[in-house]
């Protein structure tokens, strides 16, 4: 098996920067980073974690999302699973942790992830501060859906942000101190579900 070093260098230069300009924004090559920083802070709460491992799937995660956002998660993983380079780096079972990782990364995924790996990913994948979160949604919309209107693109980011943060969001909180929402401020989970979201829709009038 070949080194970390070759690992990183071989995955980032030789596919991840290419790939990922294909993506829209919000999944991006700067999306990468943010989860690969992520991915290492929440990597400090478990035992034995293999970061080349951690890496992998952290650069891989989003790989196909220009392909089929509503299965970017089984298209992803697929891809690094057939990636034949890959061999040279990991045995069968770690490519197969990686590969279920990725698949059980997406946030409206009803069953909890199958491995460490995957609960890391997972919560990582996820914005914590809701202007990055709102620039990723906006930058989407824009994208993918050209010919909305203004107030239909508000709506949009409303919608999309109480379903997945709400308190019956499907966003799973994996990692609750870690979980603090930022607008300017802290936002508080404390506080009654209606005046978080009021407060979101003002900050999504502003971005828009």
Same mark, same amino acid.
């Given at each position: &098996?070949?080194? /970390? #070093?070759?690992? !990183?260098?071989? %995955?980032?230069?030789?596919?991840?920067? *290419?790939?990922?300009?294909?993506?829209?924004?919000?999944?991006?090559?700067?999306? $990468?980073?943010?989860? #690969?920083? +992520?991915?290492?802070? @929440?990597?400090?709460?478990?035992?034995?974690?293999?970061?080349?491992? *951690?890496?992998?799937?952290?650069?891989?995660?989003? $790989?196909?999302? /220009? $392909?089929?956002?509503?299965?970017?998660? %089984? *298209? !992803?993983?697929?891809?690094?699973?057939?990636?034949?380079? &890959? $061999?040279?780096?990991?045995?069968?079972?770690? +490519?197969?942790?990686?590969?279920?990782?990725?698949?059980d990364h997406r946030a409206s995924a009803q069953k909890t992830p199958r491995s460490d790996y995957g609960k890391i990913i997972s919560s990582a994948d996820r914005s914590t501060n809701i202007k990055e979160f709102l620039t990723r949604t906006h930058s989407y919309t824009l994208k993918h859906h050209p010919d909305l209107?203004?107030?239909?693109?508000?709506? +949009? =980011?409303? !919608? /999309?942000?109480?379903?997945?943060? =709400?308190?019956? =969001?499907?966003?799973?909180?994996? @990692?609750?101190?870690?979980?603090?929402?930022?607008? =300017?401020?802290?936002? !508080?989970?404390? *506080?009654?579900?209606?005046?978080? %979201?009021?407060?979101?829709?003002?900050?999504?009038?502003?971005?828009?």
């Amino acid at each position: &098996m070949q080194s /970390h #070093l070759y690992l !990183s260098i071989f %995955v980032f230069r030789s596919l991840i920067c *290419l790939t990922y300009s294909l993506n829209d924004k919000g999944h991006g090559i700067e999306h $990468i980073n943010y989860v #690969l920083e +992520r991915c290492f802070i @929440f990597e400090t709460q478990f035992k034995n974690i293999d970061p080349d491992i *951690l890496y992998t799937i952290a650069c891989f995660h989003d $790989i196909a999302h /220009h $392909i089929n956002k509503a299965q970017h998660e %089984v *298209l !992803s993983a697929d891809n690094f699973y057939k990636n034949e380079d &890959m $061999i040279n780096f990991f045995t069968e079972d770690k +490519r197969v942790i990686i590969k279920e990782a990725i698949e059980d990364h997406r946030a409206s995924a009803q069953k909890t992830p199958r491995s460490d790996y995957g609960k890391i990913i997972s919560s990582a994948d996820r914005s914590t501060n809701i202007k990055e979160f709102l620039t990723r949604t906006h930058s989407y919309t824009l994208k993918h859906h050209p010919d909305l209107t203004i107030e239909q693109i508000i709506e +949009r =980011g409303y !919608s /999309h942000t109480k379903d997945k943060y =709400g308190f019956d =969001g499907y966003a799973k909180k994996l @990692f609750e101190k870690n979980m603090t929402l930022k607008i =300017g401020t802290p936002i !508080s989970y404390k *506080l009654d579900e209606d005046e978080i %979201v009021k407060e979101w829709a003002r900050q999504i009038c502003e971005f828009t």
